[in-house]
């Protein structure tokens, strides 16, 4: 497979719901998604690294106190967060947790990269939106304790004082299929109840 063609996810769920026949049917749209990259370099070595379709997050461990994180963008410093870890998320990741961060929500087509604080400690620091191609990068400068990364809240790194996560945007994107006509404010009024939603 050409890892810089865009994949199709599969269709799961229930075939007797009516978004599942309509786009067994054939009548769906395909949306293209864009993921992140992210590689773990530890000692100024390449750790490892995996994709992001929705977040990559940084975070203190059950038992740890707050984290200092050194944050650059394109090699210029913006700022070091002494918080509870950080959020770095797709347009596609803004509404879950991202949002229920503080973060802004991104429509799909927008080329962005959110960078949303989580239980900063000044006041001051609030989300920025990064361009979709820079890169960012996030060293753990201090944790009183254990500090992770996860993976769409499915992969977990521990990580060590002065690692350094950079994230970028993944050549390999996804493409998500849905029923013919619904649209992302359809989607957004329904699942954050919103004036309008069929609820």
């Known amino acids: 497979m050409n890892p810089r063609r865009p994949k199709t996810i599969g269709i799961a769920g229930n075939p007797t719901k009516p978004a599942t026949r309509q786009i067994l049917h054939g009548e769906f749209q395909v949306q293209p998604r864009f993921r992140l990259e992210t590689v773990l370099r530890r000692a100024g070595r390449r750790s490892e690294s995996h994709r992001a379709l929705n977040d990559a997050v940084i975070s203190r461990g059950a038992f740890s106190r707050i984290v200092r994180l ?90 060590r004082v002065g690692d350094e996560v950079e994230i970028r945007k993944s050549a390999c994107g996804v493409r998500l299929v849905s029923p013919q006509g619904q649209t992302y404010f359809d989607v957004l009024r329904q699942k954050l109840k919103w004036s309008g939603a069929n609820v």
């Open 70 to 159: 050194r944050v650059t963008i394109d090699g210029v410093l913006l700022t070091e967060y002494l918080c509870d870890g950080m959020i770095f998320a797709t347009p596609t990741g803004s509404t879950p947790y991202s949002l229920s961060a503080g973060g802004p929500i991104l429509l799909p087509e927008a080329r962005a990269c959110i960078l949303t604080p989580i239980c900063s400690h000044a006041l001051s620091n609030r989300p920025v939106v990064a361009g979709a191609d820079s890169v960012v990068r996030c060293q753990v400068v201090s944790a009183a304790g254990e500090s992770l990364l996860t993976i769409d809240g499915q992969v977990q790194v521990r990580l």
